[in-house]
């Protein structure tokens, strides 16, 4: 019998992470971010052709099945570029594409029912009924809304600095590593393209201090508001277990951990990001044991 070869995809702005998954092996591999917000459909074509088929071990041809999961593809315009461009490129697949929020709700909760969080540069969450997303509340972006992203958490330090609220010791440790003004910081910010991601890149200032009170409370703070906003928002938040994916909620395990506690949520999966969930999701579905 002739081996079938699945390739999954789980992509953000910033980068894709690959597997080429058979019943005897799987290859990971990661090319730039493929999103519909930053690239034409040019761009896809070329990322793909010239970082992706030549690394790959088998031909684009021998490829049954391509699930891609990716930012900006909850709209069905950008869902069906994406797939039409995913069946051009591997011509004897069939393409599945859907949006990131249900690669981390199948990777988190496989086929049981949960809460999936993502907390990354940006946040959202659902719940998820074992096979689709039933609720899902508003994503407002990082003006608005993304409580306990990255974005917002670097936002706090940013605000924490200009209005001189770190102490001494945090200040003269904000100054030595980001050597950056308040006009800078601004033009960034209000002018300059991703403000998001510019923001997200204070947060790591936060787990380089780790222990000084000024940094746990802008933690524990910040990620109760996700809990506060949004998980509790849904009913199932107590009857289910509440799942978690990202960089933001891989730093900060033991936080969520304790407001999990706080709250009387019953913890789940935390992932740095949903690509191994994912694989063993698929494993699933392919009977690959």
């Known amino acids: 019998m002739k081996n079938r070869y699945i390739l999954i995809a789980d992509s953000g702005s910033s980068k894709t992470s690959w597997c080429l998954l058979s019943s005897h092996n799987k290859q990971m591999t990661e090319t730039q971010g493929i999103s519909p917000y930053f690239m034409t459909k040019d761009q896809i074509k070329v990322a793909l052709e010239k970082e992706l088929l030549p690394v790959l071990t088998v031909k684009a041809t021998d490829i049954s099945e391509v699930y891609f999961y990716g930012t900006g593809l909850a709209d069905p315009k950008n869902a069906r570029l994406f797939k039409s461009i995913l069946e051009n490129t591997f011509g004897n697949s069939e393409a599945y594409v859907t949006h990131d929020l249900m690669g981390a709700a199948r990777a988190l909760c496989g086929h049981e029912q949960g809460i999936a969080c993502i907390l990354g540069t940006g946040s959202n969450s659902c719940y998820y009924n074992g096979s ?11 003006i608005l809304g993304d409580e306990g992203s990255g974005a917002v958490l670097g936002k706090k330090v ?22 950056t003004t308040k006009e800078e910081i601004l033009l ?75 709250y009387g949520m019953t913890p789940g999966n935390i992932l740095k990001a949903p690509i191994k969930g994912l694989i063993c999701y698929h494993e699933a579905e392919m009977n690959i044991h």
């Open 188 to 262: 960034n910010v209000y002018k300059k393209p991703y403000p998001n991601r510019y923001l997200a890149s204070f947060s790591y200032f936060l787990y380089e201090n780790r222990g000084h009170y000024m940094i746990e409370n802008i933690l524990e703070d910040g990620l109760n508001d996700f809990f506060f906003y949004h998980i509790c928002k849904y009913a199932g938040s107590w009857e289910y277990p509440v799942h978690f994916t990202g960089g933001v909620a891989w730093a900060y395990k033991d936080v969520i951990l304790e407001l999990c506690d706080t």
């Open 132 to 142: 689709k997303i039933v609720r899902n509340n508003p994503g407002l972006g990082f």
């Open 158 to 179: 940013i605000q924490y600095y200009l209005y001189q609220t770190f102490d001494e010791e945090l200040k003269s440790l904000f100054e030595k590593k980001f050597n």
